[in-house]
């Protein structure tokens, strides 16, 4: 068990509806990262926040967003979804001054 | 940016032999190479990582060469046993950037 732990685990829904995936980041890691895992495209970066704050963005589409709460919880919001969204999504987190990326066990999302 | 090419795509061996998984990276700044295990319907679960001041990591059965002239890392695993099955993901960061840049993954088969 890494520590990092996401809700829901799995997530069915149809083209065009939206969605929200949540993450809740290692007890004291600032750091939270969120990666897509497709078959095709293997596991990407999306997106990631320090503190509350964006720190990179990767290969995100602008119908996705995210944010990270006071309490650093964050969470992925994904909208317009299209049967290619269908994929696994993980958040990892981390702490200065180690880049260490602890997983979580992921969402599993399957648009119809 | 980075490009972190991983080879094999598959690889078999007997219970008992050794397992060598190649990856190259790109960018000459990446300073920071983790491996994951992933297990069918499990998160990324890092197993070592090196950093690139250090040419070699042990632990237990599993260890990790960096070669930064050539840019190029490997995972090492002697004495492979079944449980060793799983899909391996090496990756490549920059400390100015804590997103990882993953290879496409090597599925590995520990036959009895």
């Known amino acids: 068990d890494s520590g990092v732990t996401q809700t829901p685990k799995h997530l069915i829904t149809a083209t065009g509806q939206r969605v929200t995936l949540r993450c809740s980041p290692r007890?004291?890691?600032?750091?939270v990262y969120w990666y897509q895992q497709s078959l095709d495209q293997g596991l990407q970066f999306l997106i990631q926040y320090y503190n509350g704050e964006e720190r990179a963005k990767g290969n995100i589409l602008e119908r996705f967003s995210a944010q990270q709460f006071p309490d650093l919880h964050s969470e992925l919001n994904l909208s317009s979804l299209e049967l290619g969204d269908s994929a696994l999504y993980f958040c990892?987190?981390?702490?200065?001054?180690?880049?260490?990326?602890?997983f979580g066990p992921g969402t599993r999302l399957l648009v119809l | 940016g980075e490009n972190v090419e991983q080879h094999p795509s598959t690889l078999s061996v007997q219970e008992g032999d050794s397992a060598v998984i190649k990856c190259t990276y790109s960018?000459?700044?990446?300073?920071?190479f983790p491996w994951y295990k992933q297990e069918l319907g499990k998160g990324p679960q890092l197993i070592i990582d090196i950093r690139s001041n250090v040419g070699e990591k042990k632990d237990q059965r599993i260890a990790v060469t960096l070669n930064k002239t050539a840019k190029h890392f490997s995972l090492h695993i002697t004495e492979t046993q079944p449980e060793d099955s799983a899909v391996y993901f090496c990756?490549?960061?920059?400390?100015?950037?804590?997103?990882?840049?993953f290879g496409k993954g090597t599925k590995l088969s520990v036959k009895p």
């Open positions: 960018d000459s700044a990446s300073n920071y």
């Open positions: 990756a490549a960061s920059k400390r100015s950037q804590g997103n990882l840049i």
């Open positions: 990892a987190s981390s702490s200065p001054p180690v880049e260490t990326q602890y």
């Open positions: 007890s004291g890691d600032l750091s």
